[in-house]
Every structure is written in structure tokens, then in C-alpha cells.
């Protein structure tokens, strides 16, 4: 989990909150709206193993700027799978990155 937290801090320039549950470990995503979570890591060995094959989760770039998130991956441990890629002129452009433990996630900026 630290490996992951510490992924996902470098590249969304930010800082997860952890909490430590009998069973389950989180890390929560900082937002703004009062209670619940802007997003979650969450590991409980009982129900989840980390995969490449599951749902594509998209993010938005913290940079503005898809090709520097991408070198912030590699820096941070983690690889690019799909570099920079125009969706549409309506819909902008995307990456698919694989975090530190093998899950795949979209990064995704207008420009």
C-alpha cells in the first residue's frame, strides 16, 4: 500500500489521507465537499487483487499537461501503456498509465 500511496501522490500532486480499518487499509483522495471521498486506494486482501484487466478508471491530468504526467509516471514507478492520445476534438486526449501494483488508469486533459 505505501508503494501505491506514494505513486499516487507524485503523480496527482497531492496528498492521501490513510486510514488503517481491521482488515482493510485506505488512503483517501482530498476534496472539498464535507463528508465521503473524492476517491479511495483501498486494500483488503480478502476481496481484491490488482489487475490490468478491470474497468479504466479516468482521471484528470493535475498538470494541464498530458506529457509531463507522463514522465512523472515512469518517475514514480509506474508505465505508460497508451502515450498521449487525441480522443476528439470535442473530448480531448488521453494516456493509460499502469499504477505500482499493475492496476491501469486513464489520465485525461482537454489540451
Do not use: W
Not at 476517491?39 to 498530458?66: A, H, M, R, W
Not at 502515450?83 to 489520465?107: L, P, W, Y
Amino acid at each position: 500500500m505505501d508503494r501505491a500511496v506514494s505513486f499516487y501522490e507524485k503523480v496527482f500532486k497531492c496528498s492521501l489521507e490513510r486510514m488503517d480499518l481491521p482488515n482493510i487499509k485506505m488512503s483517501i483522495f482530498p476534496h472539498s465537499d464535507g463528508q465521503g471521498a473524492g476517491g479511495s486506494l483501498v486494500k483488503n486482501e480478502e476481496f481484491y487483487t490488482p489487475s490490468g484487466d478491470g474497468i479504466l478508471i479516468y482521471f484528470t491530468t493535475p498538470t494541464g499537461n498530458l506529457d509531463d504526467d507522463l514522465k512523472v509516471v515512469e518517475e514514480a514507478g509506474g508505465k505508460i501503456i497508451i502515450q498521449r492520445k487525441k480522443i476528439s476534438d470535442e473530448h480531448g486526449f488521453m494516456c493509460v498509465v499502469a499504477d505500482t501494483e499493475g492496476n491501469r488508469i486513464s489520465i485525461h486533459s482537454m489540451t
